[in-house]
C-alpha cells in the first residue's frame, strides 16, 4: 500500500464547478505540500500547510493531522486548472509523493 | 528572476552513454534534489544535497551519479549502469531540507 493514497486519479468538471481532490496518508508528517504540475511538465508548489486551512485566490487546501487527511478545493473552476495536482507529504528527511489528480475542466 | 534551470528540456541519448543533466538555482538554497517521475507512479527521491559538497542517496540511486561544487548547482549524471533511464527527471532546491521546496520545468530522457 502507498503512503500516500490520491483521489480521485481522473476528474472531469464543467467551467464553474466545485472540485475537490484528496489525499490520505499513513505516516507522521510534518507538513503535507499540494503542487500543480502543467502538461509540460513543470511543477508549481500551491500550498505548504501542517495544519488547519490556506486560501489563495480560488484555491483551498485543508489538513485534518488527526485524521492524516488533505483535501485541495478548486471554487469556480476553470480550463487553465487543468493539470496534474500532487499531494506530497514531509518527513524529517524527505518528501513522499502521491501519483496524482489528472483534473480537466471544460468550458 | 529568482528560480530552478533545468536544461535541456528534452534530451535523447543512445543506450550505452553517459548523460548529464543540467540544475542551476539564483534563490541562495542550500537544499537541492534530483527527482524522477514514470507514468502512474509518484516522483521518487534520487538524490539529495544538504549543502555544498556533500550529498546523500535517495531511495533509487542506483545507476546516478551528483555532484554540489557550487551552492547554486547541482547536476545529474545518468549512468550506462541505470537500467531505465528513460523518463521525467526534475530538480528541486529549498533553503533547507524542513522548507517548501521549488521545482524545475523538469527534463524528458529519451534512451534508444
Known amino acids: 500500500k502507498n503512503e500516500v493514497e490520491q483521489s480521485p486519479q481522473n476528474l472531469t468538471a464543467q467551467e464553474g464547478e466545485f472540485i475537490t481532490i484528496n489525499c490520505s496518508y499513513s505516516?507522521?508528517?510534518?507538513?503535507l505540500h499540494w503542487l500543480q504540475q502543467h502538461p509540460g511538465g513543470g511543477i508549481v508548489s500551491l500550498f505548504m500547510?501542517?495544519?488547519g486551512k490556506k486560501k489563495h485566490g480560488r484555491l483551498i487546501a485543508t489538513i485534518n493531522i488527526q485524521e492524516k487527511h488533505s483535501s485541495l478545493h478548486i471554487t469556480a473552476s476553470h480550463p487553465r486548472d487543468s493539470a496534474v495536482y500532487i499531494c506530497?507529504?514531509?518527513?524529517?528527511?524527505?518528501?513522499?509523493f502521491g501519483t496524482g489528480t489528472r483534473l480537466q475542466v471544460f468550458p | 528572476d529568482g528560480g530552478i534551470t533545468q536544461s535541456p528540456k528534452y534530451l535523447f541519448r543512445k543506450e550505452g552513454q553517459n548523460v548529464t543533466l543540467s540544475c542551476e538555482q539564483n534563490?541562495?538554497?542550500?537544499?537541492m534534489y534530483w527527482y524522477r517521475q514514470d507514468p502512474g507512479q509518484g516522483l521518487r527521491l534520487i538524490y539529495y544535497?544538504?549543502?555544498?559538497?556533500?550529498?546523500q542517496k535517495g531511495d533509487i540511486a542506483e545507476g546516478y551519479s551528483v555532484s554540489r561544487e557550487k551552492k547554486e548547482s547541482f547536476p545529474l549524471t545518468v549512468t550506462s549502469a541505470q537500467k531505465n533511464p528513460t523518463a521525467f527527471y526534475l530538480c528541486?532546491?529549498?533553503?533547507?531540507?524542513?522548507?517548501?521546496?521549488?521545482f524545475g520545468q523538469g527534463t524528458r530522457l529519451t534512451v534508444v
Open positions: 528541486a532546491s529549498s533553503e533547507n531540507i524542513y522548507t517548501e521546496a521549488f
Open positions: 505516516v507522521g508528517i510534518s507538513a
Open positions: 500547510l501542517s495544519s
Open positions: 506530497a507529504v514531509r518527513l524529517p528527511d524527505k518528501l513522499i
Open positions: 534563490l541562495n538554497h542550500d537544499a
Open positions: 544535497s544538504q549543502i555544498v559538497n556533500d550529498f
